[in-house]
């Protein structure tokens, strides 16, 4: 696979550097070890910090900034931060109110985020984010990874923070956010981590629902790319997965993997939007792009988060972060 | 090519359905012809419209908003909107004060806005984009193509108009913003018009340089993917184009062509500014991202706008696009 690239074990430590020269009027860059911060810290309150393997960008350093993460550690490509990485980035970050640390489900993320915990002097509390359907019914449901619903939940917890909610009630908003919030991917082509191969082939004429963040196999395989097919399963799946009701409200996130281009991930989120309101499901936020990749794999999910008061005003406070901003 | 796509020849109205919907409080859509304009028109002053082939996305559509475009007319997929449907979307937005057509240099697309323009009752102005300097002595320059920097001109002739400038400043400052702006591109891979073949391949060692917007070959081949020694090419031919000399102030767009991950795209600019600094080039305003693509690409352009003090002054002005604002 050709890619854009010195040494692969200079990928992140370069592609870092151009991202926090890109936006230095938001971030800076602490090198050893990595951590992406907020330029301006926050004066009070509780800190969020988040992090995982790099290849999913703008997940997470993307989303530093007001009104979200005050810092992201971000791991080599694929592979979780260390703990004393994510210690060091509390360490800039965080007060005595203390730290939220919102964690993909996935067991080394948990497990490093678990470490780091134990070596913080301030109080911390874990937010595990397990928004993906795609393995309901196959395995355990505590094994649900983490996918593109993070953002979501990197946004409400970074809200309620800015907002100075308390720690508990920080910890409390990220887990009703994650809660609200299910999540269905399909890959059209797989990625290869810098300097290695491709995990495994999807066939000319075949689409991978369910799959992952990672290249990973997913639920199963259909031959057919036809948009409003794949948007009808994408959004079966997750209706079924919140229990959806007609009159319901719902923020829609159509996301991309990172190969596909935005005029295909439009057609996908009018598909989707066609479903819902077939549904009679109420969409009332919207957000297309790129928000959490897997390196250039063709392909997209689809995120539902189910809307109340409290979930709305803090997704609409401001926010200003290089990926996301209003 | 697998696309997310129902009938090809839906793709274009599908895509804007699902556009106009995801931003409905920035765009309004009309769809007999297609055109994208502000949902809340200028009260005053010279309108901008531009519009191309689609497959660009965010080009053009993704610019129509406040300090930037009042409306983009979007062809088929890398076909010329038709000059009805241009002077269509001038009708809707322009007034007394006239209109600037911002027109990529391509014989069709000049063509059908010339022929537009011959049916306005409002007075109008083409400026011309040709930025791409990877044909230089191979064809005329009067043929150069409009490539990247077309975001650049639109943003600065919106600027101008959203100021209040007069029908001749904007139409000065648009040229003299596409005179400033220089552009090289590169792929990695190329794209395919939905329902249609890719016209030609890339060798799976190769890298073709000077590639367009539309899949259409290059300058010439090497057999790297060296970001490093990428950049030094890109940044080199743009120099000699430019004429820049050490201490020059610039804006630095590395745009992804489509296909291309974003952490890869901040690898690229990474170097792209490491060989500026080396020139002793000043880079004031950066942006990295998919900000002109030709469909699924992998692939990058680098753009340089020589800066001085009107043309940062109208860049750093409020806009407020879907997808570029501050």
């Not at 984010?129 to 993070?150: F, I, K, L, P, Y």
Request: charged share 20%; hydrophobic share 45%; aromatic share 4%.
């Amino acid at each position: 696979m050709k890619k854009f690239l010195n040494d692969p074990n200079d990928f992140v430590s370069e592609s870092l550097s151009g991202f926090a020269a890109a936006h230095s009027d938001i971030v800076e860059l602490s090198t050893a070890p990595l951590v992406v911060r907020r330029r301006v810290a926050k004066r009070r309150g509780v800190a969020v910090v988040s992090g995982g393997g790099s290849g999913h960008e703008p997940l997470h350093v993307g989303y530093v900034g007001t009104g979200m993460l005050d810092a992201a550690c971000p791991g080599a490509v694929f592979t979780s931060p260390t703990p004393g990485q994510i210690a060091a980035a509390v360490k800039q970050v965080a007060r005595a109110d203390g730290v939220v640390l919102v964690v993909k489900n996935y067991a080394g993320d948990v497990k490093c985020f678990e470490l780091a915990r134990d070596m913080l002097e301030v109080p911390a509390e874990l937010v595990l984010v397990n928004d993906d359907v795609a393995m309901v019914g196959q395995q355990h449901v505590t094994d649900r990874r983490g996918v593109a619903g993070t953002v979501l939940v990197e946004r409400i917890v970074g809200a309620a923070a800015e907002r100075g909610l308390s720690l508990p009630e920080c910890k409390r908003m990220g887990d009703r956010a994650n809660q609200s919030t299910s999540t269905m991917g399909v890959a059209l082509t797989n990625c290869s981590v810098p300097g290695a191969a491709s995990t495994f082939e999807i066939g000319a004429d075949e689409v991978e629902l369910g799959v992952g963040l990672h290249g990973e196999p997913g639920q199963s395989r259909i031959k057919s790319t036809n948009a409003r097919e794949v948007a009808r399963l994408l959004v079966a799946s997750i209706a079924a997965d919140l229990k959806l009701a007609a009159g319901e409200t719902v923020l829609l996130m159509t996301n991309g993997l990172g190969g596909t281009p935005l005029g295909e991930l439009y057609l996908l989120h009018a598909m989707a939007l066609a479903e819902l309101a077939r549904l009679g499901v109420d969409v009332r936020r919207t957000l297309v792009g790129n928000f959490a990749t897997a390196l250039e794999s063709a392909g997209a999910s689809v995120t539902i988060m189910r809307l109340d008061d409290e979930l709305l005003s803090l997704w609409d406070s401001p926010v200003h972060t290089t990926a996301l901003r209003w």
